[in-house]
């Protein structure tokens, strides 16, 4: 039986919703990156969640990541997963990096399915702008997008 699942990226507020202006599941592998405006996330230093919050993760949030790519002939495990979103969430890094020289790379967070994984790591400095999404660089990244899964091959450990 084949089974879908969802990643969870980490970073900056900006960059991932600069990352969902572009991946917006448009392309041909339907890859979504969903998260929330930055202006709308706000953490209060008064709630012990948000000061914990703060003290792992620093100003980084997280965000949905879904691609048609993400299915798995059941059972599986995490590497199985994680084999799967790796070559994705590089190839949007580098659309990332090429369209805005300031973005600071996102990270796999978790991978969500009745089993998953946890690969969290420290967070970056507060950064209050993106030049990602903006409507001229969106058939680039499509374009770059593409030559990318013919470009990366996958490695082995």
């Keep these: 039986?084949?089974?879908?699942?969802?990643?969870?990226?980490?970073?900056?507020?900006?960059?991932?919703?600069?990352l969902s202006k572009i991946?917006?599941?448009t392309n041909a592998d339907?890859?979504?990156v969903d998260a929330k405006h930055p202006a709308s996330i706000r953490l209060d230093m008064r709630n012990k969640q948000d000061q914990r919050h703060f003290e792992v993760f620093g100003n980084e949030t997280h965000a949905d990541l879904t691609s048609n790519s993400f299915r798995l002939e059941?059972?599986?495990?995490?590497?199985d997963m994680y084999d799967l979103?790796?070559?994705?969430?590089?190839r949007i890094n580098a659309i990332g990096h090429l369209l805005d020289p300031d973005y600071w790379p996102?990270?796999?967070f978790d991978c969500v399915h009745k089993t998953s994984f946890n690969s969290y790591g420290g967070g970056h400095k507060y950064k209050n702008?993106?030049?990602?999404?903006?409507q001229h660089q969106v058939p680039l990244a499509f374009d770059a997008f593409e030559l990318g899964c013919g470009l990366i091959t996958r490695s082995e450990p």
Excluded: C, H, Y
Aim: net charge positive; hydrophobic share 40%; aromatic share 14%.
């Design 129 to 134: 702008k993106t030049g990602l999404g903006e």
């Design 74 to 79: 059941f059972p599986f495990g995490s590497r």
């Design 85 to 90: 979103v790796m070559p994705v969430l590089n």
């Design 23 to 25: 991946f917006n599941g």
């Design 106 to 108: 996102v990270t796999l």
């Design 30 to 32: 339907a890859t979504l």
């Design 1 to 18: 039986m084949t089974e879908t699942f969802k990643a969870r990226l980490q970073g900056n507020p900006w960059d991932l919703w600069g």
